[in-house]
């Protein structure tokens, strides 16, 4: 049978969320740059440990305006990708906002943390890494550089995340905290 996986992009407006999906689903990269308006969802049909899985990705905007929307989406994750731009250290210093607020909702889910535009150069780029690996070993989560415009590391690394996530026993029932935050919220 089929395995369903579903998979959040969260992180500030601009990181390259959407292209990250896009590289990664139709294996494409769009310069428009427009940002996405509350949330937006693509799929892929794929074989990951020789099981047939479906990802389900589900891409949210990183303005404020959003977030609450955006929340809604969180329950029942498998995997959450928090995405910050390589180039700019101030979306490397929000890591911990986005992981804090990913894990009120879901605290047991697994979060990875995706640098991208790994092809530009940067003075911010060293801080930016250095900020990521810190906050990588303090909650105990990947941390990848990647390429939307390239494609670099972009395959690879979702694919582990995926094949981590399938060996990883699923909630299904919502803890106290996720409900008494739904009430907060909703």
């Not at 731009?85 to 009120?104: F, G």
């Not at 801080?127 to 989560?141: D, P």
């Not at 550089?145 to 390239?150: F, G, I, K, N, R």
Request: glycine letters at 6%.
């Amino acid at each position: 049978h089929k395995k369903n996986m579903k998979i959040i992009l969260l992180g500030e407006s601009g990181v390259g969320k959407t292209n990250i999906l896009q590289r990664f689903v139709l294996n494409s990269f769009s310069e428009d740059g427009q940002s996405t308006l509350g949330v937006a969802h693509m799929s892929k049909n794929t074989k990951i440990k020789g099981q047939d899985v479906s990802l389900k990705f589900w891409d949210t905007a990183g303005q404020e305006r959003f977030r609450s929307v955006s929340r809604s989406f969180y329950v029942k994750t498998d995997v959450a990708l928090i995405v910050f731009d390589l180039t700019k250290a101030e979306t490397a210093l929000q890591l911990e906002y986005w992981i804090k607020e990913y894990h009120q909702f879901c605290p047991n889910s697994q979060i990875t943390l995706f640098g991208n535009k790994q092809d530009l150069n940067s003075p911010e780029k060293e801080e930016s890494i250095e900020i990521a690996t810190q906050v990588a070993e303090k909650y105990k989560c990947n941390f990848y550089q990647v390429s939307a415009l390239t494609g670099w590391q972009i395959e690879e690394s979702i694919t582990k995340e995926v094949e981590i996530a399938i060996d990883k026993p699923k909630e299904d029932a919502p803890s106290a905290l996720t409900q008494q935050n739904k009430k907060g919220c909703c």
